[in-house]
């Protein structure tokens, strides 16, 4: 069993920037993947990185802005999200799973709460 907690979301103005944080317990070297989600629309891919902290992937339109690191020693990965754009607002989540690449959410066994993220213009 897995349990994620997310925290660092919040109100930014477009071209700031927010760090995600996600919480890991139990047991933590899996993959771990942050995808979000806006209103009314589907779940969609944002980035993930192998539970050794080796490879990353990202999705095409977070590329060059959005980071993904993690902290093994702390059980904890990180999104830094740089030069917000309005349609990065959404609920973001954390997910933990065995394969990889995981770009699709039913290839993830655990999930967190979300964090709201919005950006205003």
């Known amino acids: 069993q897995v349990q994620l907690v997310e925290s660092g979301g919040g109100l930014v103005q477009t071209g700031g920037s927010l760090r995600l944080s996600c919480a890991a317990s139990g047991r933590t070297f899996y993959n771990i993947g942050w995808f979000r989600q806006a209103p009314g629309k589907e779940r969609e891919f944002v980035a993930a990185?192998?539970?050794?902290?080796?490879?990353?992937h990202y999705a095409d339109s977070v590329k060059g802005r959005f980071t993904i690191s993690r902290d093994n020693a702390n059980n904890t990965v990180y999104l830094q999200m740089d030069s917000l754009k309005s349609e990065d607002t959404a609920s973001y989540y954390c997910a933990a799973g065995r394969s990889w690449v995981g770009v699709r959410a039913s290839s993830y066994l655990y999930w967190g709460q979300g964090t709201q993220v919005t950006v205003s213009s």
């Open positions: 990185i192998r539970g050794s902290g080796g490879n990353t």
